[in-house]
């Protein structure tokens, strides 16, 4: 079993930044793909990055791309998400994931086997 934490959402201002954070523990996640997704009220969970621990390889949703930026700290067994420029349609729970097979490319919600619970993410223009 891998156990997610997430933790850095709040409510911002329209251009504001904030940095999520997801610590894992459990299992050695050297070989996991970790990722994040988002859910808005009435909405299907969407992908937003990616990230191969093993090689540090990232992936981002169209969407999201030169706004946010997914990263890892091996020694903090833990994954980022820089989320910069936020607007209002950025405002959902944010979700951290992870799968030791997926492919960093995989960005179905179904690819990954765990799941963090969740931090709001609220932007007001």
């Known amino acids: 079993q891998v156990q997610l934490v997430e933790s850095g959402g709040g409510s911002v201002q329209a251009g504001a930044s904030l940095r999520l954070s997801c610590a894992a523990s459990?299992?050695?996640?050297?070989?996991?793909?970790l990722a994040w997704f988002r859910q808005a009220p009435g909405k299907e969970r969407e992908f937003v990055a990616a990230?191969?621990?093993?090689?540090?390889?990232?992936y981002y949703a169209d969407i999201v791309k030169r706004r946010f930026t997914i990263s890892r700290d091996v020694t903090k067994n833990t994954v980022y998400l820089q989320m910069n420029s936020l607007k209002p349609e950025d405002t959902a729970v944010y979700y951290c994931?992870?799968?030791?097979?997926?492919?960093?490319?995989?960005?179905?919600?179904?690819?990954?086997?765990?799941w963090g619970q969740g931090t709001q993410v609220t932007v007001s223009s």
């Open positions: 990230i191969s621990w093993g090689t540090d390889s990232t």
């Open positions: 459990g299992r050695t996640i050297s070989s996991y793909t």
């Open positions: 994931a992870a799968d030791p097979v997926a492919n960093v490319q995989a960005k179905g919600a179904l690819a990954y086997d765990y």
